[in-house]
């Protein structure tokens, strides 16, 4: 590390500058370090000197860049603010002969952007020795030289500068020479007349010290030959020349022409020339021809390395007197280099939600070239939504201009062109890929408004009924998409129970088995919920209709089932063809061609003596009765329903071929459920005697009115009267389907008796078989249309 004394620090000046809602501050510091010490040294708290907090040096990418397209020769340490230099400096090859030696650096901070110009003064030590071009002079003096006279001699060069380059010269003592020393020039004097018959050769000894500490010096040896006499040294025509050459001129290209006369004749002189003491690029560069003195070019000029030449010249006579000056020579710029676009800082990728006008990159941009050829606009060429908003010097700042979508646009590639001021101007591009970032800002939305699943009923848990799908546009887990049920209930069941939803495919599926007769139909609710955060969901209704399955058999509501009572239908004798005796009534749970009833007898006493309506259930003689039928008839009745397959239910109907129950004591007899409450028992005895009351009503009634038409009329057109007992709680809807409906009305009861029998009569229907679609849904009629019916029947005689 340097000693501290080496550093200086000057604040050069504070301005301010506002972009964008963006302070943005540039101070110039200025540091003086002497050149050669060693990496890591500090030159100065760069942080302190500038008012900065060390703390907040990482968050806002501090960083030394170099100014133009220069080396960058220092950097800054995060964690104490010290800036400290990055590479071993050598002036000399810098800054080369220049007094001041000035490197440019500068600070970058961002959040927000700031500028701080760094400027480097690199000092100089001595560590270079002054040096001659040559190792031995040779000079050539006529004897007949006058005492006094001055022969120039070459100077010694020193890379360093200042008090480090050559201060003095001394010259070994001699008899003949002396030294004199100028401003400008170096000479040796003739202090005592040369004798060449004495001595034909003089050798000396010129040491160039410095002024550096410690001393450094370099010698060279001076060879006199003593001649004859030669008294004229050649003289240019100009002390200095000036030559200006466009950079990148040709090879061969003729610079300047350096010219020296000698007035003597002869050998003497002829004139030759050279270049004095020149570097080695520079001998690279021109060559000087010996003979006429035209410079031309050997190599490239490029103005953005160096902007001027200057070379020393001599011209010697042919005796070896010897004159010197200068060409000095200017290059010209030329628009020879296009700008070039850095890419500082860049926020990659960006989130879709910014707002326009966010910065999202530090552009910076140089151009080599001078004057109006480094005079740089920039633009984006891609109709995107940025652009280049201009900041400190040669910095922009990349905005954006409109908000993003990810869903729309996910990437962006955009060229920006740089473009200098030349003629013809040049320009460059820097293409950049910018990638938006996805926010959660969609949620997933469902492909169909609802969704209806159709299942068959008695399913089997587990089973697929539909599948519901939704879309997120955005990406990954914000576009992930978990389906489930929402909370809910299912005929007092939570739904939960019925249902269930992969949370992945969205395929809805069955928990249970589900009953067409507990149910028809359902909604349940899905939300599909996507993985951002926060989530964002949509609901979607899904409606399961449940299809009807042939699983219920037709159950028969009249006649009873036997073992709950013991039921018999009293036929009169006197009953003719055609006469309704009686009728089976039964119902299916089910629904549809599932329910549709026919009725069918499978087994009778006297299977040509009754009939059953197809579709209505209502047992019919089919002829007249006759004496010699047997008074016990026995009906087996089955009922089958229209499913695939079908099934089916039977009963046993109890006929009496008889006018009064007591020409029928043995019915006393019969069984009886004797599980039957005797409560019902005396139901059942007062029902039997209203009913004989009205039916004897009804009697006398209908016989008064038989008796004036003097017609035969049926006294009994077995209608049987079906309580509301025997109609199931579950079947008191059933809708066009059965034989039964609970609006069924009871035209007239007669009863027939005994304490243990059950006789119920219904309505007649003149009709053998009614349509499925009309069975049971004939409205009520009052006991008027039942005695207009008995007016039309014939009469029947006593």
């Not at 030590?125 to 022969?151: C, H, M, W, Y």
């Not at 530090?362 to 633009?379: K, L």
């Amino acid at each position: 590390m340097a000693h501290p004394g080496f550093f200086k620090l000057s604040l050069v000046g504070l301005y301010g500058v506002s972009l964008l809602a963006l302070q943005t501050v540039c101070v110039d510091v200025s540091y003086s370090f002497p050149e050669e010490i060693k990496p890591g040294s500090v030159i100065g708290n760069i942080a302190k000197d500038l008012g900065l907090e060390i703390r907040s040096l990482p968050p806002r990418k501090a960083r030394v860049d170099a100014e133009g397209n220069s080396e960058q020769y220092c950097d800054i340490n995060m964690k104490t603010g010290d800036l400290r230099v990055a590479e071993p400096l050598d002036r000399e090859g810098l800054c080369g002969k220049k007094t001041s030696c000035i490197l440019k650096q500068e600070l970058i901070l961002e959040n927000p952007l700031e500028l701080h110009r760094i400027i480097l003064h690199v000092e100089d030590i001595n560590d270079n020795a002054p040096q001659f071009k040559r190792d031995v002079i040779r000079l050539e003096i006529r004897e007949s030289a006058d005492k006094g006279t001055r022969f120039l001699i070459e100077e010694a060069s020193d890379a360093d500068v200042g008090q480090n380059s050559v201060q003095r010269y001394e010259l070994k003592k001699s008899q003949y020479f002396g030294l004199n020393v100028d401003s400008s020039r170096v000479e040796l004097v003739l202090e005592n007349e040369l004798d060449r018959e004495r001595e034909r050769a003089v050798s000396l000894t010129l040491s160039a010290v410095d002024g550096g500490t410690p001393r450094r010096s370099g010698t060279v040896a001076i060879h006199v030959t003593v001649l004859d006499a030669n008294d004229n040294t050649p003289v240019f025509d100009k002390s200095v020349y000036k030559a200006s050459l466009p950079e990148n001129s040709p090879i061969d290209t003729a610079v300047v022409t350096v010219t020296a006369t000698d007035a003597d004749e002869g050998v003497n002189g002829d004139v030759t020339y050279e270049f004095g003491l020149v570097s080695a690029e520079d001998e690279k560069i021109f060559f000087i021809d010996g003979k006429t003195g035209q410079i031309r070019l050997i190599g490239t000029v490029d103005f953005e390395r160096k902007t001027s030449f200057e070379l020393p010249v001599t011209a010697k006579d042919g005796l070896g007197l010897t004159s010197y000056a200068k060409v000095s020579i200017n290059v010209i710029d030329v628009n020879d280099n296009a700008p070039v676009v850095h890419l500082k800082s860049l926020r990659n990728p960006i989130p879709e939600n910014v707002s326009p006008g966010t910065e999202v990159g530090i552009i910076n941009v140089q151009d080599r070239d001078s004057d109006n050829n480094r005079q740089v606009r920039c633009s984006i060429q891609q109709d995107a939504p940025f652009k280049l908003v201009p900041s400190i010097k040669n910095y922009y700042s990349l905005v954006t201009t409109a908000e993003l979508d990810r869903e729309l646009v996910s990437d962006y590639n955009i060229t920006i062109t740089a473009t200098d001021g030349g003629s013809p101007p040049l320009s460059s591009s820097k293409s950049l890929h910018l990638s938006v970032a996805d926010v959660n800002d969609n949620p997933p939305v469902f492909e169909e408004q609802s969704y209806n699943a159709y299942v068959t009923e008695n399913n089997k848990p587990g089973s697929t009924l539909c599948s519901v799908s939704a879309l997120d546009p955005d990406w990954r887990q914000n576009g992930t998409v978990i389906y489930s049920i929402l909370p809910g209930e299912v005929n007092g069941a939570p739904v939960s129970s019925y249902l269930s939803v992969n949370g992945d495919t969205g395929l809805i599926h069955a928990v249970r088995s589900l009953d067409y007769e507990q149910f028809r139909s359902f909604k349940v609710h899905v939300m599909a919920r996507d993985n951002g955060s926060p989530p964002l969901s949509s609901n979607v209704t899904v409606s399961v209709f449940i299809t009807d399955v042939n699983d219920n058999s037709p159950q028969i509501l009249y006649p009873a089932p036997e073992g709950h009572s013991f039921m018999t239908e009293l036929v009169p004798k006197a009953a003719h063809g055609g006469s309704l005796v009686s009728k089976v009534i039964a119902v299916d749970a089910d629904s549809g061609q599932n329910a549709w009833l026919s009725y069918h007898i499978v087994k009778s006493t006297d299977p040509g003596l009754f009939t059953i309506g197809l579709h209505s259930g209502e047992i019919r003689t089919q002829r007249d009765i006759s004496e010699s039928d047997n008074m016990k008839q026995n009906l087996i009745v089955a009922v089958k329903d229209n499913g695939q397959p079908s099934l089916s239910a039977t009963c046993s109907m109890y006929l009496l071929i008889s006018d009064n129950l007591a020409e029928v004591p043995e019915l006393k007899d019969m069984s009886y459920d004797e599980t039957n409450s005797k409560l019902t028992s005396y139901l059942i005895i007062a029902l039997v005697s209203v009913s004989t009351f009205f039916l004897t009503f009804i009697i006398v009634i209908l016989g008064v009115r038989f008796c004036r038409r003097r017609k035969p009329r049926l006294l009994f057109d077995g209608a049987v009267a079906i309580p509301s007992a025997y109609l199931p709680p579950n079947y008191a809807e059933v809708d066009g389907t059965g034989t039964l409906r609970s609006t069924y009305n009871y035209d007239a009861y007669l009863t027939t008796g005994s304490r243990t029998s059950d006789f119920k009569f219904v309505r007649s229907y003149n009709d053998n078989t009614l349509p499925a679609d009309q069975t049971l849904k004939k409205s009520p009629t009052d006991l008027s249309e039942v005695f207009g019916e008995f007016d039309e029947s014939p009469e029947v005689s006593p």
